[in-house]
């Protein structure tokens, strides 16, 4: 059986709320924007390059390799694990492809431009879900067969994107205007989108979806809880009120962490989806 969809293959939330920083220093270190965590080592996107971390004593990560990828507008917000090999998208050049078979030594293979400004993506068993952040931006599809190097088999013209997740055959994709699109991707290779929905969080920078419930947060602390039982009619459940978010993760049923900009986390209990409080 494949995996559930994930932008990651570990928990995630934003790459603050995965480890802590403040107890390395690195030029590489000054915006860290997204990790993923597997096994021992924590994968942390920055700005300007990528991070590894041994997190086997969790409480004393230590830095064992880094690998600068500046670029001309340095915006890389999200990494997704794929085995031995990383993916970190770039608004300004296109899709980092990296290999990290060795922590202490990752090396880019290549820099994939099949969606030239892509801003966030999803892994989903043996493909790769890129959107892109600009308004003309394409939804592109990417086969992983070749981990080492993702072959883009579709694009489908979307009006730009801010989050996107999955459930089932369908993609959730939110824009700055907080329409969401639902596309059926349940033929990976002809990616079609039924329509769009208004009336959702505008301008989300961060999103996460577990069982029926989808979460996105922007970067003024607005929150959106979102009911997705039937893909096809997703419904706002609830809004919460944070205080200078930046990422968001659903630890279970009932608990939800918001990562806040220099203010540490926030715990929400959404056992009553309609009514979130601070846990």
Same mark, same amino acid.
């Not at 570990?10 to 480890?19: D, I, K, L, Q």
């Not at 907080?178 to 769009?196: F, K, Q």
């Given at each position: 059986?494949?995996?559930?969809?994930? #932008?990651?293959?570990?928990? #995630?939330?934003?790459?603050?709320?995965?480890? @802590?920083?403040?107890?390395? %220093?690195?030029?590489?270190?000054?915006?860290?924007? &997204?990790?993923?965590?597997?096994?021992?080592?924590? *994968?942390?996107?920055?700005?300007?390059?990528?991070?590894?971390? &041994?997190? /086997? %004593?969790? /409480?004393?990560?230590?830095?064992?390799?880094?690998?600068?990828?500046? /670029?001309?507008?340095?915006?890389?917000?999200?990494?997704?694990?794929?085995?031995?090999?990383?993916?970190?998208?770039?608004?300004?050049?296109?899709? *980092?492809?990296? &290999?990290? /078979?060795?922590?202490?030594?990752?090396?880019?293979?290549? !820099?994939?431009?099949?969606?030239?400004?892509?801003?966030?993506?999803?892994?989903?068993?043996?493909?790769?879900?890129? !959107?892109?952040?600009?308004?003309?931006? @394409?939804?592109?599809? *990417?086969?992983?067969?070749?981990?080492? @190097?993702?072959?883009?088999?579709?694009?489908?013209?979307?009006?730009?994107?801010?989050?996107?997740?999955?459930?089932?055959?369908?993609?959730?994709?939110? &824009?700055?205007?907080?329409?969401?699109?639902?596309?059926?991707?349940?033929?990976?290779?002809?990616?079609?989108?039924? *329509?769009?929905?208004?009336?959702?969080?505008?301008?989300?920078?961060?999103?996460?979806?577990?069982?029926?419930?989808?979460?996105?947060?922007?970067?003024?602390?607005? +929150?959106?809880?979102?009911? +997705?039982?039937?893909?096809?009619?997703?419904?706002?459940?609830?809004?919460?009120?944070?205080?200078?978010?930046?990422?968001?993760?659903?630890?279970?049923?009932?608990?939800?962490?918001?990562?806040?900009?220099?203010?540490?986390?926030?715990?929400?209990?959404?056992?009553?989806?309609?009514?979130? +409080? %601070?846990?």
């Amino acid at each position: 059986a494949q995996p559930a969809p994930s #932008r990651d293959t570990g928990p #995630r939330a934003n790459a603050s709320a995965a480890v @802590n920083f403040s107890r390395q %220093s690195t030029s590489l270190l000054t915006i860290p924007t &997204d990790a993923v965590v597997s096994g021992n080592y924590a *994968y942390c996107a920055a700005l300007s390059g990528l991070i590894i971390l &041994d997190i /086997s %004593s969790p /409480s004393s990560p230590t830095i064992v390799g880094e690998l600068s990828l500046v /670029s001309p507008a340095n915006q890389k917000w999200d990494i997704v694990l794929n085995g031995s090999y990383v993916y970190i998208p770039d608004t300004s050049v296109g899709l *980092y492809v990296i &290999d990290v /078979s060795t922590p202490s030594a990752p090396a880019l293979v290549t !820099i994939n431009t099949y969606i030239a400004k892509p801003w966030r993506i999803l892994r989903d068993g043996n493909y790769l879900y890129a !959107i892109g952040r600009e308004s003309s931006g @394409n939804l592109g599809v *990417y086969d992983l067969t070749d981990p080492a @190097n993702p072959s883009g088999i579709a694009t489908l013209g979307l009006f730009g994107g801010r989050t996107i997740n999955k459930k089932g055959n369908y993609l959730f994709v939110i &824009d700055d205007s907080g329409v969401l699109w639902l596309v059926d991707v349940s033929t990976p290779g002809s990616p079609t989108s039924p *329509y769009g929905l208004s009336g959702f969080l505008a301008n989300p920078w961060n999103s996460d979806l577990r069982g029926n419930l989808l979460a996105t947060v922007d970067l003024n602390g607005n +929150v959106q809880f979102v009911n +997705v039982t039937n893909p096809l009619l997703p419904a706002v459940y609830s809004s919460y009120t944070a205080t200078a978010s930046q990422g968001i993760g659903i630890l279970n049923d009932t608990l939800v962490v918001v990562a806040r900009k220099n203010l540490g986390l926030q715990v929400l209990n959404v056992g009553d989806p309609f009514t979130p +409080v %601070s846990a």
